[in-house]
């Protein structure tokens, strides 16, 4: 990687990168390797952490945030000889700028901001498998716009992920007919977990709650066919639940 792809970043206690493309998938590689090295040189790493999606002339280009924690030299001299991914740009930014979104639309859905929390985090959980899941989840709730405590239906719906992970994986993996596990994209993939955690174990949520907040973040997050891919799954899968889809309990 060219010292020059990343621009000149500001002394700080954390450097952020951003990855963008157009291949969702190669951007996801990309992240993923920006993480592997930074790791190798003994640093935290929070991410990737997947960003709205934005939608260009060009078309959707695929965002991914990977924050390093307190760089050495040999952070930055290992990230300039970085070979860096065709089709993919990496560059330093500041902590002040975020992905675009479209303005809330009036009163705020809590409950919608904490999915999007949890499934950020299922992707850097999936791609580091947090040997310190403790510190990984301070890391990662210090990032975010409001306080820790905002954010608790998030640690729950992860914590429950994680646990059941096995299982979740199973159901997915069963109802992903002619699709390998191993191709599901790391979005789609942390989305799924998600909502089948919730049809599996949330009561307290009907069926068709989860799956719309499910799509949504697919729609936003990941690609149009993802959000075919993500509806499909779901509904077979609450097809075999016993409970009324509509409501709760």
């Known amino acids: 990687m060219e010292a020059d792809s990343f621009g000149s970043p ?4 954390s450097v952020r990168l951003r990855i ?3 291949d969702h998938r190669t ?3 990309a992240a993923a390797d920006v993480v592997a090295t930074a790791r190798a040189t003994g640093c935290r790493v929070t991410g990737p952490l997947p960003e709205p999606a934005l939608d260009t002339a060009a078309g959707r280009r695929h965002l991914r945030l990977v924050i390093v924690h307190e760089p050495g030299p040999g952070t930055l001299g290992a990230f300039q000889r970085h070979t860096l991914t065709a089709g993919v740009e990496v560059k330093f930014v500041m902590a002040e700028e975020r992905a675009e979104r479209a303005p809330a639309q ?20 999936e791609v580091q498998r947090h040997p310190d899941l403790v510190t ?14 905002e954010y608790a239906f998030a640690e729950e719906l992860i914590h429950g992920v994680i646990r059941e992970v096995t299982t979740v994986d199973g159901v997915i993996a069963r109802l992903a007919s002619n699709w390998s596990f191993e191709r599901i994209a790391k979005v789609d993939l942390a989305v799924l977990r998600l909502g089948v955690h919730e049809l599996m174990g949330r009561e307290d949520i009907p069926p068709v709650v989860s799956i719309n907040e499910a799509v949504d973040i697919a729609k936003e997050f990941s690609t149009e066919e993802s959000r075919r891919f993500v509806n499909g799954i779901l509904d077979r899968y609450k097809g075999e639940l016993p409970r009324d889809p509509r409501t709760a309990g």
Do not use: I
């Open 10 to 13: 500001r002394t700080s206690r």
């Open 27 to 29: 951007v996801d590689q």
């Open 106 to 125: 009036g009163r705020r859905n809590r409950r919608h901001e904490s999915r999007v929390a949890a499934m950020r985090f299922l992707v850097s959980w």
């Open 20 to 22: 963008a493309g157009e």
């Open 136 to 149: 990984g989840l301070h890391d990662f709730f210090a990032e975010q716009p409001e306080k820790r405590e």
